[in-house]
């Protein structure tokens, strides 16, 4: 009877530290991932959509990158488009700078897996209410070719999030 109530009181600790660790993220409006399975290939797209109504507040989007050390470069180039409801599609072409002139990771974590968060929009309004899909490619390059690469290694996921800048 007693491993029972301590069973049962350390599932009720789990999950209200759960519970607190989501309720603490107040700014997110949507935030998901999409695996990589070891290697991007150059025609993957990775897809999210999401329903927005609001057209008065901005917001803060990013895109998440989970990487390791296979990464080979110091840079990432992504093609990211995003469809709005009435038809229109913005295309934006973003270089981002993924490791330190010592060749090691930046991001966030503490194994060889880093986590960056990569600006995307900044206090952007959503022009219509309705349905948007955003789509992420790679467009990595290497140095004086012109073919882009048919696989990039070390990505492991990709993710889109949404903040509420207040």
């Known amino acids: 009877m007693i491993k029972t109530r301590l069973k049962n ?9 759960v519970l607190l660790l989501v309720s603490c993220d107040k700014k997110r409006v949507f935030d998901e991932y999409r695996e990589i399975d070891g290697s991007w290939h150059k025609k993957q797209k990775i897809v999210f959509s999401f329903e927005q109504q609001d057209t008065v507040s901005k917001y803060n989007m990013f895109v998440n990158i989970r990487n390791n050390n296979d990464y080979p470069f110091n840079n990432l180039f992504l093609i990211i488009s995003m469809l709005q409801p009435d038809g229109v599609t913005k295309v934006d072409t973003l270089e981002y ?5 010592d060749g090691s990771l930046m991001g966030d974590g503490f194994s060889d897996v880093k986590e960056s968060k990569l600006w995307y929009k900044e206090k952007a309004k959503f022009p219509k209410p309705g349905k948007y899909v955003v789509s992420i490619e790679q ?6 070719k012109v073919a882009g690469m048919e696989q990039l290694p070390g990505i492991s996921e990709i993710g889109f999030r949404i903040e509420n800048t207040k």
């Open 9 to 17: 009181n350390g599932l009720l600790l789990a999950l209200a530290v």
């Open 97 to 101: 700078l993924m490791a330190h002139p």
């Open 139 to 144: 467009a990595v390059r290497e140095t004086g």
